[in-house]
């Protein structure tokens, strides 16, 4: 969980462009931004280094307990998968490729509706929500119902199973192939 705390800091910034760029309009009129490095600079422009660290409260809601479930899930799945008597080391890839995949699965599941208020604070015009995330909460379930905190949710599991089976087997066959060529 600390690792995600940590993380918040470096990719609040990254995340933030991200959004703003993926609801930017580009049928009809004129965009707003040319591409990261000059919405940026735009952010920058605006409101200084505050800008571009609009929603890092929402960023650490997400990050911290999505990190500390994401570990714990990861373990707790291959431990499950461990047969009796069997090494963790050797380990069926195909047992690890399951256990990845859903581990990220019950992380998005977990933080999607902190990523759904996240992204619709950080890309609301300025005072929009004075509040914070809390306003954001209130008025999106207002206005749209709690359903509506886990909009995208189908797509982001469909991403997270394949690209966290492969991230976690890539991880164990790295750790494999280290010590086997560092055996100490």
Same mark, same amino acid.
């Given at each position: ?32 931004? #040319?591409?990261?490095?000059?919405? &940026? ?6 409101? +200084? /280094? @505050?800008?571009?660290? *609009? ?62 208020? #996240?992204?619709?604070?950080?890309? &609301? ?6 509040? +914070? /995330? @809390?306003?954001?909460? *209130? ?46």
């Amino acid at each position: 969980m600390f690792g995600g705390f940590c993380a918040a800091a470096i990719v609040t910034p990254g995340d933030r462009i991200k959004c703003l760029l993926q609801i930017q309009q580009s049928s009809g009129g004129e965009r707003k931004y #040319k591409g990261p490095l000059n919405c &940026a600079k735009q952010l920058y422009k605006e409101k +200084g /280094i @505050r800008s571009l660290y *609009r929603g890092t409260f929402a960023t650490l809601l997400r990050d911290v307990p999505s990190i500390g479930v994401y570990f714990c899930s990861y373990e707790w799945i291959l431990s499950k998968l461990t047969l009796e008597g069997e090494s963790r080391e050797n380990l069926n890839p195909l047992r690890i490729f399951i256990a990845g995949g859903l581990t990220g699965m019950i992380c998005w599941a977990s933080i999607i509706p902190v990523d759904v208020l #996240k992204s619709r604070y950080q890309t &609301a015009p300025e005072g929009t929500y004075p509040r +914070g /995330i @809390r306003d954001a909460f *209130r008025q999106l379930v207002k206005e749209e119902g709690v359903a509506s905190l886990f909009k995208g949710v189908t797509p982001v599991l469909l991403r997270a199973f394949p690209a966290n089976a492969g991230l976690f087997l890539g991880y164990e066959v790295a750790m494999k192939t280290f010590s086997w060529i560092l055996p100490e």
